[in-house]
Protein backbone atom coordinates (compact mmCIF):
# COMPACT_ATOMS: atom_id res chain seq x y z
CA UNK A 1 0.00 0.00 0.00
CA UNK A 2 1.42 3.46 -0.91
CA UNK A 3 0.65 6.18 0.79
CA UNK A 4 1.20 10.12 -0.47
CA UNK A 5 1.20 12.79 2.20
CA UNK A 6 1.42 16.05 1.74
CA UNK A 7 2.54 19.43 3.67
CA UNK A 8 3.35 22.82 2.96
CA UNK A 9 0.17 24.85 1.62
CA UNK A 10 -0.82 27.97 3.36
CA UNK A 11 -1.92 31.66 3.03
CA UNK A 12 0.64 34.07 0.78
CA UNK A 13 0.85 37.26 -1.12
CA UNK A 14 1.25 37.39 -4.45
CA UNK A 15 4.65 37.48 -5.23
CA UNK A 16 5.88 35.22 -2.61
CA UNK A 17 6.71 31.75 -2.61
CA UNK A 18 5.71 28.05 -1.08
CA UNK A 19 7.17 24.78 -1.00
CA UNK A 20 4.75 21.58 -1.12
CA UNK A 21 6.08 18.65 -0.19
CA UNK A 22 4.64 14.88 -0.63
CA UNK A 23 5.74 12.44 1.71
CA UNK A 24 5.36 8.64 0.16
CA UNK A 25 5.70 5.31 2.10
CA UNK A 26 4.67 2.06 1.98
CA UNK A 27 6.49 -1.40 1.47
CA UNK A 28 8.96 -1.19 -0.26
CA UNK A 29 8.40 1.81 -1.97
CA UNK A 30 11.31 4.27 -3.80
CA UNK A 31 10.42 7.60 -4.97
CA UNK A 32 13.29 6.75 -7.75
CA UNK A 33 10.26 4.08 -9.21
CA UNK A 34 7.43 6.02 -9.73
CA UNK A 35 6.67 9.05 -11.83
CA UNK A 36 5.76 11.96 -10.03
CA UNK A 37 3.04 14.90 -10.57
CA UNK A 38 1.50 17.92 -9.35
CA UNK A 39 -1.69 18.82 -10.01
CA UNK A 40 -4.42 21.31 -9.18
CA UNK A 41 -8.38 21.65 -8.61
CA UNK A 42 -10.20 24.84 -8.07
CA UNK A 43 -14.16 24.11 -7.90
CA UNK A 44 -16.25 23.78 -10.62
CA UNK A 45 -12.86 22.94 -12.57
CA UNK A 46 -11.31 19.62 -13.71
CA UNK A 47 -8.07 18.71 -12.51
CA UNK A 48 -5.57 20.07 -14.23
CA UNK A 49 -1.79 19.05 -14.46
CA UNK A 50 1.18 21.36 -12.84
CA UNK A 51 4.18 19.42 -13.54
CA UNK A 52 5.44 16.01 -13.87
CA UNK A 53 9.04 14.18 -13.59
CA UNK A 54 8.98 10.93 -15.53
CA UNK A 55 10.45 7.69 -13.21
CA UNK A 56 13.67 7.88 -14.44
CA UNK A 57 14.00 11.50 -14.12
CA UNK A 58 14.95 12.03 -17.40
CA UNK A 59 11.38 14.33 -18.88
CA UNK A 60 10.24 16.96 -16.93
CA UNK A 61 6.56 18.99 -18.05
CA UNK A 62 5.51 22.07 -16.63
CA UNK A 63 2.16 23.60 -17.59
CA UNK A 64 2.37 27.30 -19.81
CA UNK A 65 1.23 28.78 -16.82
CA UNK A 66 3.92 27.66 -14.11
CA UNK A 67 6.53 27.34 -16.43
CA UNK A 68 9.94 29.89 -15.22
CA UNK A 69 8.01 29.86 -11.99
CA UNK A 70 7.54 26.64 -10.50
CA UNK A 71 10.22 23.65 -10.33
CA UNK A 72 9.41 19.71 -9.27
CA UNK A 73 11.90 18.01 -7.54
CA UNK A 74 12.63 14.57 -6.00
CA UNK A 75 14.66 13.63 -2.81
CA UNK A 76 15.40 9.86 -3.24
CA UNK A 77 17.03 9.59 0.48
CA UNK A 78 13.36 10.92 2.10
CA UNK A 79 11.53 9.77 -0.44
CA UNK A 80 9.36 13.11 -1.24
CA UNK A 81 8.76 14.99 -4.26
CA UNK A 82 8.37 18.92 -4.13
CA UNK A 83 6.68 21.65 -5.92
CA UNK A 84 8.72 24.91 -5.37
CA UNK A 85 6.20 27.60 -6.49
CA UNK A 86 7.68 31.23 -7.14
CA UNK A 87 6.17 34.56 -8.60
CA UNK A 88 2.68 33.38 -6.95
CA UNK A 89 -0.21 35.17 -8.79
CA UNK A 90 -3.56 35.04 -6.98
CA UNK A 91 -4.95 33.03 -9.85
CA UNK A 92 -2.70 30.40 -8.71
CA UNK A 93 -4.84 29.45 -6.03
CA UNK A 94 -6.02 26.29 -5.86
CA UNK A 95 -5.99 22.53 -4.26
CA UNK A 96 -2.87 21.39 -4.86
CA UNK A 97 -2.62 17.47 -4.94
CA UNK A 98 0.69 15.20 -5.83
CA UNK A 99 0.48 11.65 -7.78
CA UNK A 100 2.56 9.20 -7.83
CA UNK A 101 2.49 6.09 -10.90
CA UNK A 102 4.64 3.22 -10.71
CA UNK A 103 7.27 3.45 -13.83
CA UNK A 104 5.52 5.62 -15.77
CA UNK A 105 7.88 6.45 -18.86
CA UNK A 106 6.21 9.63 -20.51
CA UNK A 107 4.66 12.71 -19.12
CA UNK A 108 2.40 15.05 -19.39
CA UNK A 109 -0.21 12.54 -18.37
CA UNK A 110 -3.73 13.07 -17.62
CA UNK A 111 -4.82 12.21 -13.53
CA UNK A 112 -6.39 8.62 -14.72
CA UNK A 113 -2.89 7.17 -15.56
CA UNK A 114 -1.60 7.98 -11.69
CA UNK A 115 -2.70 5.10 -9.21
CA UNK A 116 -1.63 7.24 -6.29
CA UNK A 117 -2.60 10.21 -4.54
CA UNK A 118 -1.76 12.77 -2.02
CA UNK A 119 -4.64 14.12 0.20
CA UNK A 120 -4.49 17.60 -1.09
CA UNK A 121 -3.28 20.99 -0.09
CA UNK A 122 -4.92 24.13 -0.37
CA UNK A 123 -2.72 27.31 -1.46
CA UNK A 124 -3.95 30.70 -1.08
CA UNK A 125 -2.55 33.51 -3.02
CA UNK A 126 -3.32 36.73 -1.94
CA UNK A 127 -3.69 40.10 -4.06
Known amino acids: QVQLVQSGGGLVQAGGSLRLACAASGRSFSISNYAMAWFRQVQGKERELVSA????????FYADFVKDRFTISRDAAKNTAYLQMNTLRPEDTANYYC??????????????????WGQGALVIVSS
Open 53 to 60: ITWRGEST
Open 99 to 116: AAEYRLPYVPAPPSDFAY
